[in-house]
T-cell receptor
């Protein structure tokens, strides 16, 4: 079983601060990583994906990947109350003759005004 | 683009009844995935299709679960007979390039079996 581990939280940060969300994965051969955001009662929506070691920035979001440590993170700068949600880390894994995404259970983020 | 469309949004049924969940993927997407989400187990992949063909169903929990994709614009997930432990949110997702750029999820069906 290829595991994707996340701290369930809740992670509480004040408005304007940097929120740091972390994820570890067990399959050293994994190549593609994704972050989804899920508001309560809604479906997951894709925020970012990252394939290469290092940082990838998109607006207030930065994904960081370290394949040697099997670790991927998501930083949210200038956190807003609207960022309060559960953040799901997903890893592309081989399955059957193709691939699928294996999800962690998510980290709950609460941004307080 | 209307996105991935699932129906019904909510389903309450009695134990032992047959339940059918429906999904219409985004037009042009050739991959379709069915996931189940619970608090305890998170998002679990049940089955996925490529070009209407089931590729892997190893996540289907029991023979009570079955899924079909008769054409590129429609898929069903059926549970017969349903049990209380099947209560969960069932998501359908589609993509046009496998997993390379992630999936688009539908709004989900919240199933309650009493």
């Amino acid at each position: 079983q290829k595991e994707v581990e996340q701290n369930s939280g809740p992670l509480s940060v004040p408005e304007g601060a940097i929120a740091s969300l972390n994820c570890t994965y067990s399959d050293r051969g994994s190549q593609s990583f994704f972050w989804y955001r899920q508001y309560s009662g809604k479906s997951p929506e894709l925020i970012m994906f990252i394939y290469s070691n290092g940082d990838k920035e998109d607006g207030r979001f930065t994904a960081q990947l370290n394949k040697a440590s099997q670790y991927v993170s998501l930083l949210i700068r200038d956190s807003q109350p609207s960022d309060s949600a559960t953040y799901l880390c997903a890893v592309k894994v081989p399955l059957g003759s193709g691939y699928a995404l294996n999800f962690g259970k998510g980290t709950s983020l609460l941004v307080t005004p | 683009d209307a996105g991935v469309i699932q129906s019904p949004r909510h389903e309450v049924t009695e134990m032992g009844q047959e339940v059918t969940l429906r999904c219409k993927p985004i037009s042009g997407h050739d991959y379709l995935f069915w996931y189940r989400q619970t608090m305890m187990r998170g998002l679990e992949l049940l089955i996925y299709f490529n070009n209407n063909v089931p590729i892997d169903d190893s996540g289907m929990p029991e023979d009570r679960f079955s899924a079909k994709m008769p054409n590129a614009s429609f898929s069903t997930l059926k549970i017969q007979p349903s049990e209380p432990r099947d209560s969960a949110v069932y998501f359908c997702a589609s993509s046009s390039q496998g997993t390379d750029y992630g999936y688009t999820f539908g709004s989900g069906t919240r199933l309650t079996v009493v």
